[in-house]
């Protein structure tokens, strides 16, 4: 079942082709088995829908060009009914689908840097740097980090200023992508942490350093290569995290009416009393979609941590 | 393997002290049921103690609890309160008050003037010495009304001296405090950190019994009371955290009277039917989108563009507010559009402009080009500097604002002037726009807004003088006929002369719009009509019946499922009085309501430290049984 | 050695608790805005009202050291503030009012989800590919995938809303007399039952999931295989040999969801009007209560230092091979 390219983890390995081939097939793999093609199919379209919202449902309907009667049930010319404003709720559905994964994306990027980054130096340096850090990656783990989220929110909106945008990210949404970031590393610091203990002890790695080469060229070239299969099942997992948290920020109530996520239409359905008055069509697409999406995000991870994880190979 | 089994035990232990964890709150009172009317809001009651008051619902309650000097009636107008009757001195500085004789304080004590001095020098002490009482919302009614001394003669007679000659004294919502419990409290406590708790001793109809902070209020009925006894032994206002939540339990008969249903839910409940009676009341708030005025420059602050500081600029922005299409889309209709500082509740004080400001975006860009705002070859607006105008806009997070702020932005935009805009709240907001008299550096341009107004229109009239700059003014806007205008109305003897100044500031603010007024979001409430009847708009016309001034609308509600009526009380209540002198509707007997168990459960103090540890406790019991296996799981983990 | 290791525990213990109480002034405090500012808007209010509110609550003096020293010190003496919105009430006493009601709706909810989710996980692992494994996992995917809130607000419009069976808000009916305890529990029961079923099928998905994963991960061990040479039974199999050991990956997830489990429980409490920490976290955040924040913080954080200290503690006695 295993190709020669998934090795065992004691070989450095470092062939820019292979590395692509061996991508490939750890793709197929997951799609041969049913619930990795699920989420696959799942995440193909809602990137797609992501990538494309104007050219699926035009522009993001606002408070001035909405044409939609108020919190209208779904008719013809608005299969998925209407908010209170009188926008169509497969608009903002839609669009939310690309801000929702814009900050799902940037804050997964984000998580994972710091993660990474911190784990490996942790677990390879050792002694009173990995005591500090360990230190610090256990306070996070032990602070309530919703609580710290929500405080976070306006702190640091305050840093960055209100207005603006970065590269067409709206500033309210970086704030947003840079909580979610400081408040999820831990967990993946301490995964890729234990994994660089492990593999710190390797044969080849001791070669190295007898052989003379600098730690960062250890930890670079050969401690994250082999991290890497941990931190992609790893991210997926944490993609699905970020979503779930975003959603429930935005929820609460730190979201940018302007730019509406998943859940910042939630927000809006609860503000405008949806459930009290049966309005189910502007609640179940935005909530559908996160289930959705957060389901196949993990139903991938899953599958890759399977395949990728050694632990786990060799059981069928 | 013993761990399993330990966990198990664990796990049976907690279960059952959690099970016993529910039956500890619960109070085990048995009694005959009281009639209770249940009311909802989503404010967050402050506190009992009535100097700390702050929202509309700590207003009701303080309303509930005690009297004021002077009531309020069914339009807003004097009535008889603590006092039943008053005269005035010719020269208008000496008021009399004759005090209810009979009245007893709802501990029994004997209610007389020397209870209304008392808390009038309190007022006047602490004045005098410049501090402020609690949250600070009750003294400046006197001091409105220029109180200057007090005295009672005889236990049926106070004498209020004032140096200004207004009808303010009778509208001051001040609450008549019991001396003989009030003195005895250190003067600097008792209006900050003196709780007040239950139960509370007032002369009002209603009394609190129980408190439990962010959740409700009971109150329960005052056996004394002089006025006419309401049909409900009891009145619960509960705290909601969301207001679906509120009209869900309003539909389900959980509640039966709900404050500020939003417009969605509202116009269901009014199709509806039924036994729901929606009532839409006229607004006593205004909405306004407010520009910093201010005209000095501030270092490393203040606006972004000097082109605010213009009225001309102002002025032309509004043409390009649809007002009525704020209306339309944010409240479905049930607001008014904006346009004076004087709300349509003051009704006979609002006078509206001449040349309201159509909607016209062609003639906002050709009047903004007539003032100087060129476009420039992009399409931006330019300022007089040959800035383009980008312009911040904020508000504290209320959604409707949040729509509202959506649509100016598109509007401006059309315009050529950048907004940006975003949610803020109402701390941040509040710090941001200090202007530096308060130590701030006003770093806004534009925000929206709201204040809610009394009965009188003094006080939002007075927001946009100059010496309110550093402390309520949020404009900062500095007009010296605007201010000439408004001290001449505070002294103003005359009745139709101060009406004509009052119609002046009103026009003078419209044209150079410090702010621009959006909208005034009615009162929107609906309560249920087959557990209680007797339901009264204040206004009659067309208020709604609760969260008003004062509380005598409580004291005529009636019971709708009962065929007998509530005890006592026949003799028409003092409200039908007109101001001068009624004699008195008095109640028959004070005979209370006799089968009434004491209120169940105690207010919080007694035993919270101790519950306090046991809640701490139990958290670290359940998190020890998941933590003691996780070493577990990290130990056998790290062997594979 | 054990001696040594327990003070060596305590004294990390505390070293934490100490950098808690700084992290978490320093914290508050750098929230922008000031909470005499959410006076609501007074258009009486005077520049001296507003200056003496500051002075009152010790805003005036510079934040580091003045107010942090005096933060401290009060800590240290067991007293944790008074609160600003709810005007002369201390921390204490607020937050002790609303301790119960959350540790009554997530204990209950943890203990069923535990029980539920372990069985679930168990049997859907030990019949991995049947068509019971498919439901099992099926449903417990999407429920781990749908936040705490979603489940909550479609319980309240099925049941609450549509159907009528219970109420929707609040933990008791508010104002009630009961006129009996039994009639009492009933009530609590009733308004328990929403929240609860949110919490516990919001857990029961994350947990019955690596249950499963645990189960199958362990059926592939080899005393697993002798256990079944040897003869004996599937279940007891299970029970005995499978289930122990499959628990503990489980367990180590119970701990790290405490984290997830509080952001639960703050909508859950939002959406059900719950009276417990969760809607007391937001309502204080809105009014910038510094000092109820500070408490709830304090309160959550210091209790996982302190189960982690007995746990350590604990752990050297049950399990031998541990050093420190």
Same mark, same amino acid.
């Given at each position: 079942?295993?190709?020669?390219?998934?090795?065992?983890?004691?070989?450095?390995?470092?062939?820019?082709?292979?590395?692509?081939?061996?991508?490939?097939?750890?793709?197929?793999?997951?799609?041969?088995? =049913?619930?990795?093609?699920?989420?696959?199919?799942?995440?193909?379209?809602?990137?797609?829908?992501?990538?494309?919202?104007?050219?699926?449902?035009?522009?993001?309907?606002?408070?001035?060009?909405?044409?939609?009667?108020?919190?209208?049930?779904?008719?013809?010319?608005?299969?998925?009914?209407?908010?209170?404003?009188?926008?169509?709720?497969?608009?903002?559905?839609?669009?939310?689908?690309?801000?929702?994964?814009?900050? !799902?994306?940037?804050?997964?990027?984000?998580?994972?840097?710091?993660?990474?980054?911190?784990?490996?130096?942790?677990?390879?340096?050792? !002694?009173?740097?990995?005591?500090?850090?360990?230190?610090?990656?256990?306070?996070?783990?032990?602070?309530?980090?919703?609580?710290?989220?929500?405080?976070?929110?306006?702190?640091?909106?305050?840093?960055?200023?209100?207005?603006?945008?970065?590269?067409?990210? =709206?500033?309210?949404?970086?704030?947003?992508?840079?909580?979610?970031?400081?408040?999820?590393?831990?967990?993946?610091? =301490?995964?890729?942490?234990?994994?660089?203990?492990?593999?710190?002890?390797?044969?080849?790695?001791?070669?190295?350093?007898?052989?003379?080469?600098?730690?960062?060229?250890?930890?670079?070239?050969?401690?994250?290569?082999?991290?890497?299969?941990?931190?992609?099942?790893?991210?997926?997992?944490?993609?699905?995290?970020?979503?779930?948290?975003?959603?429930?920020?935005?929820?609460?109530?730190?979201?940018?009416?302007?730019?509406?996520?998943?859940?910042?239409?939630?927000?809006?359905?609860?503000?405008?009393?949806?459930?009290?008055?049966?309005?189910?069509?502007?609640?179940?697409?935005?909530?559908?979609?996160?289930?959705?999406?957060?389901?196949?995000?993990?139903?991938?991870?899953?599958?890759?941590?399977?395949?990728?994880?050694?632990?786990?190979?060799?059981r069928q | 393997m013993r761990l399993p089994l330990r966990g198990r035990i664990a796990i049976v232990t907690a279960s059952a002290g959690l099970v016993l964890a529910l039956l500890l709150p619960a109070a085990s009172a048995t009694a005959a049921d009281p009639l209770i009317l249940r009311t909802g809001s989503t404010q967050t009651v402050s506190g009992l103690n009535p100097w700390q008051v702050v929202y509309v619902v700590d207003f009701e309650i303080m309303t509930l609890n005690y009297d004021t000097l002077v009531g309020f009636g069914p339009n807003v107008d004097p009535v008889p309160g603590f006092a039943e009757s008053w005269t005035?001195?010719?020269?208008?500085?000496?008021?009399?008050?004759?005090?209810?004789?009979?009245?007893?304080?709802?501990?029994?004590?004997?209610?007389?003037?020397?209870?209304?001095?008392?808390?009038?020098?309190?007022?006047?002490?602490?004045?005098?010495?410049?501090?402020?009482?609690?949250?600070?919302?009750?003294?400046?009614?006197?001091?409105?009304?220029?109180?200057?001394?007090?005295?009672?003669?005889?236990?049926?007679?106070?004498?209020?001296?004032?140096?200004?000659?207004?009808?303010?004294?009778?509208? #001051?919502?001040?609450?008549?405090?019991?001396?003989?419990?009030?003195?005895?409290?250190?003067?600097?406590?008792?209006?900050?950190?003196?709780?007040?708790?239950?139960?509370?001793?007032?002369?009002?109809?209603?009394?609190?019994?129980?408190?439990?902070?962010?959740?409700?209020?009971?109150?329960?009925?005052?056996?004394?009371?002089?006025?006419?006894?309401?049909?409900?032994?009891?009145?619960?206002?509960?705290?909601?955290?969301?207001?679906?939540?509120?009209?869900?339990?309003?539909?389900?008969?959980?509640?039966?009277?709900?404050?500020?249903?939003?417009?969605?839910?509202?116009?269901?409940?009014?199709?509806?039917?039924?036994?729901?009676?929606?009532?839409?009341?006229?607004?006593?708030?205004?909405?306004?989108?407010?520009?910093?005025?201010?005209?000095?420059?501030?270092?490393?602050?203040?606006?972004?563009?000097?082109?605010?500081?213009?009225?001309?600029?102002?002025?032309?922005?509004?043409?390009?507010?649809?007002?009525?299409?704020?209306?339309?889309?944010?409240?479905?209709?049930?607001?008014?559009?904006?346009?004076?500082?004087?709300?349509?509740?003051?009704?006979?004080?609002?006078?509206?402009?001449?040349?309201?400001?159509?909607?016209?975006?062609?003639?906002?860009?050709?009047?903004?080009?007539?003032?100087?705002?060129?476009?420039?070859?992009?399409?931006?607006?330019?300022?007089?500097?040959?800035?383009?105008?980008?312009?911040?806009?904020?508000?504290?997070?209320?959604?409707?604002?949040?729509?509202?702020?959506?649509?100016?932005?598109?509007?401006?935009?059309?315009?050529?002037?950048?907004?940006?805009?975003?949610?803020?709240?109402?701390?941040?907001?509040?710090?941001?726009?200090?202007?530096?008299?308060?130590?701030?550096?006003?770093?806004?341009?534009?925000?929206?807004?709201?204040?809610?107004?009394?009965?009188?229109?003094?006080?939002?009239?007075?927001?946009?003088?100059?010496?309110?700059?550093?402390?309520? #003014?949020?404009?900062?806007?500095?007009?010296?006929?605007?201010?000439?205008?408004?001290?001449?109305?505070?002294?103003?003897?005359?009745?139709?002369?101060?009406?004509?100044?009052?119609?002046?500031?009103?026009?003078?603010?419209?044209?150079?719009?410090?702010?621009?007024?959006?909208?005034?979001?009615?009162?929107?409430?609906?309560?249920?009509?087959?557990?209680?009847?007797?339901?009264?708009?204040?206004?009659?016309?067309?208020?709604?019946?609760?969260?008003?001034?004062?509380?005598?609308?409580?004291?005529?509600?009636?019971?709708?499922?009962?065929?007998?009526?509530?005890?006592?009380?026949?003799?028409?209540?003092?409200?039908?009085?007109?101001?001068?002198?009624?004699?008195?509707?008095?109640?028959?007997?004070?005979?209370?309501?006799?089968?009434?168990?004491?209120?169940?459960?105690?207010?919080?103090?007694?035993?919270?430290?101790?519950?306090?540890?046991?809640?701490?406790?139990?958290?670290?019991?359940?998190?020890?049984?998941?933590?003691?296996?996780?070493?577990?799981?990290?130990?056998?983990?790290?062997?594979? | 050695?054990?001696?040594?290791?327990?003070?060596?525990? /305590?004294?990390?213990?505390?070293?934490?608790?100490?950098?808690?109480?700084?992290?978490?002034?320093?914290?508050?405090?750098?929230?922008?805005?000031?909470?005499?500012?959410?006076?609501?808007?007074?258009?009486?209010?005077?520049?001296?009202?507003?200056?003496?509110?500051?002075?009152?609550?010790?805003?005036?003096?510079?934040?580091?050291?003045?107010?942090?020293?005096?933060?401290?010190?009060?800590?240290?003496?067991?007293?944790?503030?008074?609160?600003?919105?709810?005007?002369?009430?201390?921390?204490?006493?607020?937050?002790?009012?609303?301790?119960?009601?959350?540790?009554?709706?997530?204990?209950?909810?943890?203990?069923?989800?535990?029980?539920?989710?372990?069985?679930?996980?168990?049997?859907?692992?030990?019949?991995?590919?049947?068509?019971?494994?498919?439901?099992?996992?099926?449903?417990?995917?999407?429920?781990?995938?749908?936040?705490?809130?979603?489940?909550?607000?479609?319980?309240?419009?099925?049941?609450?809303?549509?159907?009528?069976?219970?109420?929707?808000?609040?933990?008791?009916?508010?104002?009630?007399?009961?006129?009996?305890?039994?009639?009492?529990?009933?009530?609590?029961?009733?308004?328990?039952?929403?929240?609860?079923? @949110?919490?516990?099928?919001?857990?029961?998905?994350?947990?019955?999931?690596?249950?499963?994963?645990? /189960?199958?991960?362990?059926?592939?061990?080899?005393?697993?295989?002798?256990?079944?040479?040897?003869?004996?039974?599937?279940?007891?199999?299970?029970?005995?040999?499978?289930?122990?050991?499959?628990?503990?990956?489980?367990? @180590?997830?119970?701990?790290?969801?405490?984290?997830?489990?509080?952001?639960?429980?703050?909508?859950?409490?939002?959406?059900?009007?719950?009276?417990?920490?969760?809607?007391? @976290?937001?309502?204080?955040?809105?009014?910038?209560?510094?000092?109820?924040?500070?408490?709830?913080?304090?309160?959550?954080?210091?209790?996982?230092?302190?189960?982690?200290? /007995?746990?350590?503690?604990?752990?050297?006695?049950?399990?031998?091979?541990?050093?420190?």
């Open positions: 079942m295993t190709t020669p390219a998934i090795a065992s983890p004691g070989v450095a390995v470092s062939r820019p082709r292979g590395r692509l081939s061996r991508a490939w097939a750890v793709l197929r793999q997951v799609l041969r088995r =049913r619930s990795g093609a699920i989420g696959i199919a799942i995440l193909v379209f809602f990137t797609f829908v992501a990538l494309f919202p104007d050219l699926l449902v035009g522009p993001l309907e606002t408070a001035v060009t909405a044409t939609g009667p108020s919190m209208a049930p779904p008719q013809p010319g608005y299969p998925f009914g209407t908010d209170e404003l009188g926008r169509s709720i497969l608009n903002l559905t839609v669009h939310g689908a690309r801000i929702s994964m814009i900050i !799902g994306l940037l804050a997964t990027i984000v998580t994972v840097l710091f993660g990474v980054v911190i784990g490996i130096v942790s677990g390879f340096v050792g !002694g009173r740097t990995d005591a500090v850090l360990m230190r610090i990656t256990d306070f996070f783990l032990v602070i309530p980090t919703f609580v710290l989220a929500l405080i976070l929110a306006p702190v640091i909106s305050e840093l960055f200023g209100t207005e603006g945008e970065i590269l067409g990210v =709206r500033i309210t949404l970086l704030v947003i992508v840079v909580v979610i970031g400081i408040t999820s590393w831990s967990s993946t610091a =301490r995964i890729i942490r234990s994994q660089t203990l492990s593999l710190k002890e390797r044969a080849f790695v001791d070669r190295a350093r007898v052989i003379g080469a600098s730690p960062m060229h250890m930890m670079s070239r050969h401690i994250l290569i082999n991290v890497t299969d941990l931190i992609v099942a790893n991210t997926v997992l944490v993609f699905a995290g970020a979503v779930l948290t975003e959603t429930t920020l935005a929820f609460i109530g730190l979201g940018d009416p302007f730019a509406p996520s998943w859940g910042q239409i939630l927000n809006s359905a609860q503000e405008a009393g949806a459930p009290g008055l049966g309005a189910w069509w502007y609640m179940a697409p935005p909530g559908a979609s996160i289930v959705l999406v957060v389901l196949a995000f993990t139903l991938v991870g899953n599958v890759l941590d399977e395949i990728l994880n050694p632990r786990l190979r060799g | 005035k001195s010719a020269d208008g500085h000496t008021w009399t008050f004759k005090i209810r004789p009979g009245m007893k304080w709802s501990d029994g004590q004997p209610a007389t003037s020397e209870d209304a001095r008392w808390t009038i020098q309190y007022v006047l002490d602490a004045v005098k010495k410049g501090q402020t009482l609690g949250a600070g919302y009750l003294e400046p009614y006197l001091t409105a009304a220029g109180v200057t001394a007090v005295s009672a003669p005889d236990p049926q007679t106070l004498v209020v001296t004032t140096n200004l000659n207004n009808p303010l004294l009778l509208q #001051s919502y001040v609450p008549i405090l019991p001396a003989h419990i009030w003195s005895k409290i250190d003067p600097k406590v008792a209006a900050t950190t003196y709780p007040n708790n239950a139960p509370v001793v007032g002369t009002g109809p209603y009394q609190v019994v129980e408190y439990k902070p962010g959740q409700f209020v009971r109150l329960q009925r005052n056996p004394y009371y002089w006025g006419q006894q309401g049909a409900e032994d009891q009145i619960v206002i509960t705290t909601f955290k969301n207001d679906d939540t509120m009209v869900q339990a309003l539909k389900t008969g959980e509640l039966d009277y709900a404050r500020d249903v939003p417009a969605t839910q509202f116009d269901q409940l009014k199709s509806a039917g039924g036994p729901i009676t929606a009532v839409e009341g006229v607004s006593n708030t205004f909405y306004e989108l407010a520009f910093n005025c201010y005209n000095k420059p501030i270092p490393g602050g203040g606006a972004s563009t000097l082109a605010v500081q213009d009225p001309a600029f102002r002025d032309a922005l509004g043409y390009a507010i649809d007002k009525q299409d704020i209306v339309n889309k944010v409240f479905q209709g049930h607001a008014q559009v904006g346009s004076t500082q004087v709300t349509p509740f003051q009704a006979g004080w609002h006078v509206e402009p001449t040349d309201v400001r159509p909607f016209d975006i062609e003639m906002a860009k050709s009047k903004l080009d007539a003032a100087g705002y060129p476009l420039n070859a992009s399409g931006q607006r330019l300022d007089k500097q040959q800035k383009p105008i980008v312009l911040r806009l904020s508000w504290p997070g209320d959604p409707s604002e949040a729509k509202a702020a959506q649509l100016i932005v598109a509007w401006f935009g059309q315009l050529g002037i950048k907004v940006n805009a975003t949610a803020s709240d109402e701390a941040k907001l509040g710090q941001q726009i200090l202007p530096p008299e308060a130590g701030g550096k006003a770093q806004f341009d534009m925000f929206i807004w709201d204040w809610v107004g009394d009965p009188d229109p003094t006080s939002l009239l007075k927001v946009l003088t100059t010496k309110e700059i550093g402390a309520s #003014s949020d404009s900062l806007w500095s007009n010296a006929d605007y201010d000439a205008l408004y001290n001449k109305q505070l002294a103003e003897t005359d009745d139709a002369a101060r009406h004509q100044e009052v119609g002046q500031m009103q026009q003078l603010f419209y044209d150079q719009a410090p702010y621009h007024i959006l909208y005034y979001p009615s009162q929107l409430d609906a309560y249920r009509t087959d557990h209680f009847g007797g339901w009264r708009n204040q206004p009659t016309a067309n208020g709604t019946p609760l969260f008003q001034f004062g509380s005598f609308n409580y004291t005529y509600l009636t019971n709708a499922q009962a065929a007998v009526a509530s005890p006592s009380a026949s003799a028409p209540s003092a409200s039908s009085a007109p101001s001068a002198e009624a004699s008195q509707a008095v109640v028959s007997t004070p005979a209370p309501v006799a089968s009434q168990a004491p209120a169940p459960g105690d207010t919080t103090s007694s035993n919270s430290s101790p519950l306090l540890l046991l809640g701490g406790l139990a958290l670290v019991v359940i998190a020890v049984v998941g933590i003691l296996v996780i070493r577990r799981g990290r130990a056998s983990a790290e062997e594979e | 050695m054990s001696g040594r290791y327990l003070l060596a525990k /305590i004294g990390q213990a505390i070293i934490t608790i100490g950098l808690l109480i700084v992290l978490n002034f320093v914290l508050f405090r750098m929230m922008p805005g000031s909470p005499d500012r959410v006076l609501g808007r007074n258009p009486n209010v005077t520049a001296e009202a507003i200056q003496a509110t500051r002075e009152r609550w010790g805003l005036d003096k510079p934040v580091i050291p003045d107010q942090l020293v005096a933060y401290v010190a009060s800590i240290a003496q067991g007293d944790l503030g008074y609160s600003f919105v709810y005007r002369g009430a201390s921390v204490a006493d607020v937050l002790a009012d609303r301790i119960w009601p959350t540790v009554i709706l997530f204990g209950l909810g943890e203990l069923i989800a535990i029980v539920v989710g372990v069985s679930l996980g168990a049997y859907t692992g030990w019949r991995r590919g049947g068509p019971i494994d498919h439901i099992g996992n099926g449903a417990s995917l999407i429920l781990y995938a749908t936040p705490y809130f979603l489940i909550g607000m479609v319980l309240l419009l099925v049941f609450a809303v549509g159907l009528g069976w219970f109420p929707t808000y609040g933990m008791t009916t508010v104002g009630e007399v009961y006129s009996s305890p039994v009639n009492q529990l009933a009530d609590y029961l009733s308004h328990l039952a929403l929240p609860l079923a @949110t919490v516990a099928l919001g857990l029961i998905g994350q947990y019955s999931i690596v249950m499963r994963s645990s /189960i199958v991960d362990t059926l592939g061990e080899e005393y697993i295989t002798t256990a079944k040479a040897k003869g004996i039974q599937d279940v007891s199999v299970l029970r005995q040999h499978a289930l122990p050991n499959a628990m503990l990956p489980m367990a @180590t997830l119970i701990a790290i969801n405490l984290g997830y489990v509080i952001a639960g429980a703050i909508t859950v409490e939002v959406v059900f009007n719950w009276p417990g920490l969760g809607t007391l @976290t937001v309502d204080a955040l809105a009014a910038r209560d510094y000092p109820v924040l500070q408490g709830i913080f304090l309160l959550l954080s210091v209790s996982v230092v302190f189960a982690n200290l /007995i746990a350590d503690v604990m752990y050297q006695f049950l399990d031998p091979r541990v050093k420190a």
